[in-house]
């Protein structure tokens, strides 16, 4: 079985600096996701857990899904409180009883809860793809976000992995090429 992580798109990360093509991403995010439930996969939304006064304070609009992301009523929802969400969580678990075959990664943020979350998969064996432009980020201080976000696809796509890690874009998972 597909399924599909969904990171941390959440109203909290409007704050601050833009998030690049942030509206792209949501769009490539839903398209791929409608695709992965029509073909019997699953989403998993991830959905960050900040402390008191944080953007993503449970239960404030910062921690809400971003309102634009298309949901469905059987899509599942992972609380975090780190960057990766498989520490001290049940996603592991849930993505056994799902026996996922291979793991999509999405999301915000591309060096942080992103790359968290492709590295521990990574490590615990998962058939992982990050989906080269379904993540986001903003401008870092030292590099514009389409460069992180481009060292980051090539950093996963040497990952040492077994059977490697294949980092596609979301038109190429579309048509079937991935």
């Known amino acids: 079985m597909d399924v599909m992580l969904v990171v941390d798109m959440q109203v909290g990360l409007r704050e601050g600096l833009p998030k690049y093509d ?10 791929l996701g409608a695709a992965i439930r029509k073909r019997g996969g699953r989403l998993v939304f991830i959905q960050h857990a900040g402390e008191k006064g944080d953007s ?10 971003l309102p634009e992301l298309r ?3 059987d899509d599942l929802v ?16 849930i993505l056994d009883n799902l ?17 968290a979350t492709v590295r521990r998969a990574v490590t615990l064996g998962r058939p992982v793809i990050p989906v080269a432009d379904a993540h986001t ?6 590099l514009p976000a389409r460069a992180v976000i481009e060292h980051h696809n090539w950093v996963w796509s040497g990952l040492i992995a077994p059977g490697g890690v294949d980092v596609l874009p979301t038109h190429a998972i579309l048509n079937g090429d991935g």
């Open 22 to 31: 942030l509206l792209g991403v949501v769009g490539r995010i839903n398209a």
């Open 56 to 65: 993503f304070e449970p239960g404030t609009s910062g921690w809400r899904f």
């Open 71 to 73: 949901r469905a009523p």
């Open 78 to 93: 992972v609380a975090k409180t780190f960057n990766d969400p498989f520490h001290d969580s049940p996603l592991s678990e």
């Open 99 to 115: 026996g996922t075959e291979r793991l999509f990664v999405t999301g915000w943020a591309t060096d942080f809860c992103v790359d």
């Open 137 to 142: 980020v903003s401008d870092r201080p030292h």
